[in-house]
């Protein structure tokens, strides 16, 4: 049994019509006799009921018709599944962000992904540097953004954004009425940075900073998000330094301060050498895309 046979049938079990059924399947009409007859053989029963005046279903006909017409409707559904995953219309994407890409460029990406996406399911998962680069090893996420890190085997990681890294202080510090602030003013500063295992390259710029004057940061305290920093930093455990873009989130009792030859840190986007999802071709599209309207 053909699966044109089963489409033949159908035309014409709506038809009841031979001449009709021919023309809308762009055939002639012997043809379609022919593919009939062949598929009342394959089923071993009668489906038609033919005379020179009509054609009418028989009784099996009209239950074969049932349970075609739903096994029909059911391929055409999955052909347009398949092309939809196939062109990156439907699917699933896991994204891991550091905190920070919160405030930047994540929440316009995803809005304008889901405009042009609204049937692809996004995971979202906050999680350190080291962690999505962990995760994209293992196949467990499709797309991280991540900080400043160099180069890691099995990955393409291209750079999304630049901003500066700033000082951030309780508003009664010292340091807080200052327009700006040197590096050596920080010497001797209780500081809250990033655990180094899990945000290397950012906690190596930190330490570069500081050699630039031939200091070392004191660092008293040690959080993985930067929600969790600025917390610390309101309660009065230290200062830290911290990407522009906490500014954002930056509560009443906190203030944010440039720092004077400090280094840009950047924004990365990550992913599998590997990958070939569609999916993740279009959500990284959206985050250009959001990154572009923001400049």
């Known amino acids: 049994m053909e699966l044109r046979h089963l489409r033949y049938f159908r035309v014409l079990a709506e038809e009841l019509h031979f001449g009709r059924a021919a023309a809308r399947l762009h055939i002639s009409q012997p043809p379609l006799t022919a593919h009939i007859k062949d598929l009342e053989r394959e089923v071993g029963a009668r489906l038609f009921d033919r005379t020179t005046r009509r054609v ?22 999955a052909v347009v599944e398949a092309r939809d995953h196939a062109e990156g219309r439907r699917g699933r994407i896991r ?17 304008i992904f889901r405009e042009i996406h609204p049937a692809v399911r996004v995971d979202l998962s906050p999680l350190t540097t080291r962690e999505q680069l962990d995760a994209l090893a293992a196949g467990a996420l499709d797309v991280g953004l991540i900080r400043s890190s160099g180069a890691e085997p099995g990955l393409v990681v291209e750079p999304l954004l630049e901003e500066p890294m700033v000082a951030v202080l309780p508003v009664e510090h010292p340091l807080a009425a200052r327009a700006a602030i040197g590096v050596d003013d920080l010497v001797d500063e209780r500081l809250i ?3 180094n295992d899990l945000m290397p390259a950012y906690v190596a710029q930190i330490w570069a900073l500081f050699a630039t004057i031939g200091a070392e940061p004191v660092v008293v305290q040690e959080a993985i998000h930067h929600e969790t920093v600025v917390g610390l930093v309101s309660a009065g455990v230290g200062i830290s330094i911290l990407p522009a873009s906490v500014s954002r989130f930056r509560p009443a009792d906190v203030v944010i301060r440039p720092i004077e030859g400090a280094p840009t840190t950047a ?18 599209e959206c985050l250009r895309a959001a990154q572009r309207v923001d400049d």
């Open 267 to 284: 924004l990365l986007i990550a992913r599998s050498a590997q990958e070939s999802n569609p999916v993740t071709e279009g959500f990284v």
């Open 95 to 111: 994204v891991g962000f550091v905190s920070s890409a919160s405030g930047t460029v994540l929440p316009p990406g995803l809005r």
């Open 193 to 195: 940075l990033f655990p």
């Open 56 to 77: 009418a279903l028989t009784a099996a006909g009209e239950v074969f018709a049932g349970r075609v017409g739903g096994l029909l409707d059911e391929l055409e559904d």
